[in-house]
């Protein structure tokens, strides 16, 4: 049904860019007071989170709004950004000026700005959004922005947002200067029947209806709101297709049809270089950094050992991993990962864990390297019991390596004559 037919002046429930009409439910409210309470406190981080449809950055743009124009703000999807990009991205919107090629350059850059507006009192604030979607290194960018101080004070206001509860993360050993920050939280609820009824007609007044209940009766509204689960974004998306879908007016249920759930975009991090033929007896791994396909390694051992030390199967030459930092398991029926306390801790595709099951096309990452699993017989991932990962496991792994290297040691050199 074209817009014009149902007298709207534009489409009310458009979900690219800013809504045409604010309407703030309970729960929206009670994180704009919870974010502002954080920004009395220059200690204090913010730790705000919801799923991506729960209106979390209407909230924040409502903040953003209201804040003195002489507090700098910088508001930065942090999703994927490589450690430059990052520092990049926040210096452009605390201070639009000269662009540097370096790392330390930007630090430098950095560091000057947060320091001078900090004797003027007037402590930026840095809103990082998609946190559970940061790259490990990243992620360590972030803690050493959190402990930045002068004279006692930090540098840095921060609010960081995630689409899920990023206790973990927050708590992991590598981001000890953020835990070591006044830490509070806020997670973001649906709307209730009666808020997405305020809030569907609020938005059809302002687009121009002078009636809602002719376009969306109450029966409708209440089927809108089951298969919204009560979040603003699904609901906008949903009364949105409605529309288009309907020839006439009003809106009936069998208009109403759910979108099908996103799935978490795989990181962009390890292609390999050639594509391997994906016969159901593959089964590798490709060690990438940067893109790059370093290694290429067959799984062809029950135990695949993952660290810096040379003893380690998957042997990584760098300081944001662990000597002894991951443990690959293959059972009867599954491929487990285990992180063996690593200091930056393991990630499987993006998301930090202490143990998975493993399925084909997974990408795991360990410091600032990536590792591919190809091995189309998991191609989904089982649920099976958990396998006997235990410390007595992984320390039998260790000794067979470090047998290996000894008997590798005693071997004569090549020309010389062994003891008989």
């Given at each position: 049904m074209?817009?014009?037919q149902?007298?709207?002046?534009?489409?009310?429930?458009?979900t690219?860019?800013?809504?045409?009409?604010?309407?703030?439910y309970?729960?929206q409210l009670?994180?704009?007071?919870?974010?502002?309470?954080?920004?009395?406190?220059e200690?204090?981080?913010g730790l705000f989170y919801?799923?991506d449809s729960?209106?979390k950055?209407?909230?924040?743009?409502?903040l953003?709004?209201?804040m003195p124009a002489d507090?700098?703000v910088?508001v930065?999807?942090?999703a994927?950004l490589?450690?430059?990009?990052?520092?990049?991205?926040?210096?452009?919107?605390?201070?639009?000026?000269?662009?540097?090629?370096s790392i330390?350059?930007?630090?430098?850059?950095?560091?000057?700005?947060?320091?001078?507006k900090?004797?003027?009192?007037?402590?930026?604030?840095?809103?990082?959004?998609n946190?559970?979607?940061?790259?490990?290194?990243?992620?360590?960018t972030?803690?050493?922005?959190?402990?930045?101080?002068?004279?006692?004070r930090?540098?840095l206001?921060?609010?960081?947002?995630?689409?899920?509860?990023?206790?973990?993360?927050v708590?992991?050993?590598?981001?000890s200067?953020?835990?070591?920050?006044?830490?509070?939280a806020?997670?973001?609820?649906?709307?209730?029947?009666?808020?997405?009824?305020?809030?569907v007609?609020?938005?059809?007044?302002?687009s121009?209806?002078?009636?809602?209940?002719?376009?969306?009766?109450?029966d409708v509204?209440?089927?809108?709101?089951?298969a919204?689960?009560?979040?603003?974004g699904?609901?906008?998306?949903?009364?949105?297709q409605a529309?288009?879908?309907?020839?006439?007016?009003?809106?009936?249920?069998?208009?109403?049809?759910?979108?099908?759930?996103?799935?978490?975009?795989?990181?962009?991090?390890?292609?390999?270089?050639s594509?391997?033929?994906?016969?159901?007896g593959?089964?590798?791994?490709?060690l990438?950094?940067?893109?790059?396909?370093l290694q290429e390694?067959?799984?062809?051992?029950?135990?695949?050992?993952?660290?810096?030390?040379?003893?380690?199967?998957?042997?990584?030459?760098?300081r944001?991993?662990?000597?002894?930092?991951?443990?690959?398991?293959?059972?009867d029926?599954?491929?487990h990962?285990?992180?063996?306390?690593?200091?930056?801790?393991?990630?499987?595709?993006s998301e930090r864990?202490?143990?998975?099951?493993?399925?084909?096309?997974?990408v795991?990452?360990?410091?600032?390297?990536?590792?591919?699993?190809?091995?189309?017989?998991y191609?989904?991932?089982?649920?099976?019991?958990?396998?006997?990962?235990t410390?007595t496991?992984?320390?039998?792994?260790?000794?067979?390596?470090?047998k290996?290297?000894?008997?590798?040691?005693?071997?004569?050199?090549h020309?010389?004559a062994?003891e008989?």
């Open positions: 074209d817009i014009a149902t007298g709207l002046q534009h489409q009310p429930f458009h690219d860019g800013d809504p045409v009409f604010f309407v703030p309970r729960s009670a994180a704009y007071h919870f974010l502002q309470m954080i920004l009395k406190d200690r204090g981080i919801g799923p729960a209106g950055t209407c909230v924040v743009r409502e953003r709004r209201d507090i700098p910088a930065v999807d942090a994927r490589k450690t430059l990009d990052l520092l990049r991205a926040i210096m452009t919107q605390f201070d639009p000026g000269p662009s540097f090629a330390d350059d930007h630090w430098y850059a950095l560091r000057i700005f947060l320091a001078e900090a004797r003027t009192e007037r402590t930026p604030l840095l809103i990082l959004e946190i559970n979607r940061m790259y490990p290194s990243s992620l360590y972030l803690s050493k922005l959190a402990e930045l101080q002068m004279e006692g930090y540098l206001r921060m609010i960081l947002i995630s689409n899920k509860a990023p206790f973990a993360i708590h992991s050993p590598s981001m200067a953020v835990a070591k920050r006044s830490i509070s806020f997670e973001m609820g649906p709307m209730t029947a009666k808020e997405a009824s305020t809030y007609y609020a938005k059809l007044r302002a121009g209806c002078d009636d809602p209940n002719q376009l969306f009766p109450a509204l209440n089927e809108l709101h089951a919204s689960g009560g979040w603003p699904k609901l906008d998306e949903l009364a949105m529309i288009e879908r309907a020839e006439e007016w009003p809106i009936a249920r069998e208009h109403l049809t759910a979108p099908a759930e996103e799935t978490e975009p795989e990181p962009p991090i390890l292609t390999p270089v594509e391997p033929v994906e016969h159901p593959i089964q590798k791994l490709f990438t950094f940067n893109r790059k396909t390694i067959n799984l062809t051992e029950p135990k695949v050992l993952i660290g810096r030390s040379e003893l380690c199967d998957v042997a990584i030459e760098s944001f991993v662990s000597k002894h930092h991951a443990l690959l398991v293959r059972t029926d599954a491929l990962l285990l992180d063996l306390n690593s200091t930056n801790g393991t990630f499987v595709n864990i202490q143990s998975k099951v493993l399925r084909h096309d997974d795991i990452s360990v410091g600032n390297h990536g590792i591919k699993l190809i091995c189309p017989a191609r989904t991932r089982p649920v099976v019991e958990e396998a006997d990962l410390e496991s992984v320390m039998q792994t260790l000794a067979d390596r470090r290996s290297a000894a008997d590798a040691n005693e071997k004569p050199a020309g010389e062994s008989g």
